[in-house]
């Protein structure tokens, strides 16, 4: 799959668009580099629409303030970017938050905000340019979703439940969209280095272990996984086409891990749990 440009009718060269949420910083950001360094035209959408501007400023890119959680908004920007370009040829669902606690100390509050942006933003990403893919006859939907949505990962039950329920949205929208030319990935990164580490619950009651996301995360993996290096599996991911991007190797090995005996898995979890609570 060439990531650069392709020839309209009239025989003019013209380049890739893409969407990508949570484009300010983080996972996104490192995604709008690659996209653009492919030749691709990119807009980073964020709620921040401060950091949106610096990723676009940096990388050549247009940027858009979106909130995920506005139906309307998601499908005005998909909208006005094929209205602009006559095509969108990638849409990277990948805006999110982290949530942490243990489940007797969080709050409705917390399982509804998660659901909101981490699942619902997705839904509303598809339910706007899944159509327009369809018209085209071509495109690419890649939903970011996590190994926690591979695994049994506990202390964040909100966000495992989201990333679970993206893992297969994408799975069963893949099979249906392979009849109208439509491709759809979901990725699975394990712990990455990203800011949603330093910013769990973001405007929600604090949880000891989400003030500790990313002390625990380090002593759950050690050195965490660049973003970078994590937008490179991701296109590399794109560009095969593959249903599942899990990365890094690590995060691969527990997937497998989890296949060949969930019971283990869970075991292995709980041990994690009386680690990480002394």
Known sequence: MSTTSNRSSGGAARPRTAIVTGGASGIGRALCRELARRGVHVVAADLDAAGAERTAKEFGCRSAALDVTDAQAVRDLVTEVRREHGRLDFLFNNAGIAVGGTADELTLDHWDRTIDVNLRGVVHGVHAAYPVM?????????????????????????????????????????????????????????????????????????????????????????????????????????????????????????????????????????????????
Request: hydrophobic share 45%; with cysteine.
């Open 134 to 278: 369809i018209e085209q006859g071509r495109g690419h939907i890649v939903n970011t979703a996590s190994l926690a949505g591979l695994t049994p990962a506990p202390l964040m039950l909100p966000y495992t439940a989201t990333k679970h329920a993206v893992v297969g949205l994408s799975l069963a929208l893949r099979a249906e969209a392979r009849a109208h030319g439509v491709r759809v990935s979901v990725v699975c990164p394990g712990f990455t280095d990203t800011p949603l580490l330093d910013h769990a619950n973001p405007g929600l009651p604090q949880t000891a272990t989400g003030a500790a996301a990313r002390e625990s995360a380090t002593r759950t993996m050690g050195r965490l996984y660049s973003v970078d290096s994590l937008a490179e599996d991701i296109m590399r991911g794109v560009a095969r086409d593959k249903a599942l991007i899990v990365a890094p190797a690590s995060g691969r090995m527990a997937w497998r891990g989890v296949r060949l005996s969930p019971a283990a898995a869970v075991r292995v979890a709980a041990l994690a749990v009386r680690r990480l609570r002394g």
